[in-house]
């Protein structure tokens, strides 16, 4: 049975960090609106940002005020290049730690293109999708990431950064509403 699970998983997986960040991949449970800033317009002659071009970060985890033990944790996204490009879509995301005895090293986050539809990102500025993580309940089994693995809309190259060792993620590879997920890529404030 965990084979079955582990190769539904990657490929799973594999689909997602595939796909072009257009699609809807699940629903967040209790909802879930997008947060972040403003909107830059892009125009359809501004090539995609690739990975080449950003550089990726995390923020600090920020508990939701109306869904307990669920947090939010920015994902930054900064153009360190010299030319404008399109950020938008929905980034695929991979939590990696230790091996689960169920589910393996690798927690594939179901996506949700909540985001714009179009944006610029001008060299030096950042756009953000936000993780929505939910953590275990007290006392209940913990799988705490190392690492974040990213890419970006429409690229197939990985950005990879260092989680949080504060915070536990609820496993939940199997679940038709996950708690943990990423959102699409919102424009940040000037």
């Known amino acids: 049975m965990k084979r079955i699970l582990l190769g539904l998983g990657t490929a799973a997986g594999a689909f997602a960090l595939a796909a072009c960040g257009t699609s809807a991949a699940a629903t967040p449970a209790g909802g879930g609106a997008p947060v972040g800033g403003g909107v830059a317009g892009a125009s359809t002659a501004t090539p ?3 990975t080449a071009d950003l550089a990726a970060s995390l923020g600090k985890p920020v508990q939701k005020s109306d869904a ?17 490009c399109a950020l938008h ?7 990696t730690g230790p091996d689960d005895p169920a589910f393996g090293p690798v ?8 985001g714009v539809q179009a944006n610029e990102v001008t060299p030096g500025t950042t756009a953000s999708a936000t993780v929505t993580v939910l953590t275990p309940a007290e006392g209940g089994a913990s799988w705490t ?3 974040l693995v990213t890419i970006p809309p429409a690229q ?3 950005l990879t950064v260092e989680w949080p ?10 679940a038709t509403h996950p708690g943990t997920y990423v959102n699409g890529i919102l424009a940040d404030p000037a």
């Not at 307990?68 to 404008?84: A, C, I």
């Not at 879509?89 to 939590?95: A, F, N």
């Open 48 to 50: 995609r940002c690739t």
């Open 68 to 84: 307990p033990g669920q947090f939010d944790v920015p994902l930054t996204y900064r153009n360190v290049s010299d030319h404008t």
């Open 89 to 95: 879509g929905v980034p695929g995301v991979d939590l």
């Open 107 to 114: 927690y594939h986050l179901p996506r949700i293109d909540n």
């Open 145 to 147: 990431p190392g690492k």
């Open 156 to 158: 197939t190259r990985p």
């Open 165 to 174: 060792s504060d915070l536990p993620v609820l496993r939940q590879d199997a």
